[in-house]
């Protein structure tokens, strides 16, 4: 069993940062890539970014490529950096584990609530 715990989310401008913090524990050796999504009211859960288990492959979602940075630290926390918010990032974010190497997601947090005001 994994435990994810995410934390960093808040309130802010638009153009304001905040940085994301997503700890897991419990068998963290089973995990490969770990992710960020984001679930919005009535939208469909997006995909934000992921990294791989030693931190040196990132991938990211469209909608914030070029702004966000994910990184990995000791394989068990991963941090999301979001600088210059827009109102369209609000969301709740979700941290993701996956325990095969195929990418499928089979643990998550219970999300931090994201809300950027213009």
């Keep these: 069993q994994v435990h994810l715990v995410e934390s960093g989310g808040g309130l802010v401008e638009a ?3 905040l940085r ?3 700890e897991a524990s419990g068998r963290t050796d089973q995990i490969y890539d770990m992710a960020w999504y984001r679930q ?3 939208k469909e859960r997006e ?7 030693d931190g040196e492959r990132t ?3 469209a909608s914030v490529k070029g702004r966000f940075t994910i990184s990995r630290d000791n394989g068990v926390t991963v941090t999301l950096e979001m600088p210059n918010l827009k109102p369209e990032d609000t969301a709740v974010y979700l941290c993701a584990a996956a325990t095969t190497r195929n990418r499928q997601y089979n643990y998550w947090g219970q999300g931090t609530q994201v ?3 213009s």
Excluded: D, H, K, M
């Design 15 to 17: 153009g304001g940062s």
């Design 20 to 22: 994301l913090s997503c």
């Design 59 to 61: 991938l990211y979602g």
């Design 40 to 42: 919005a009211p009535e």
């Design 47 to 53: 995909f934000v970014a992921a990294i791989n288990r």
């Design 115 to 117: 809300t950027v005001s």
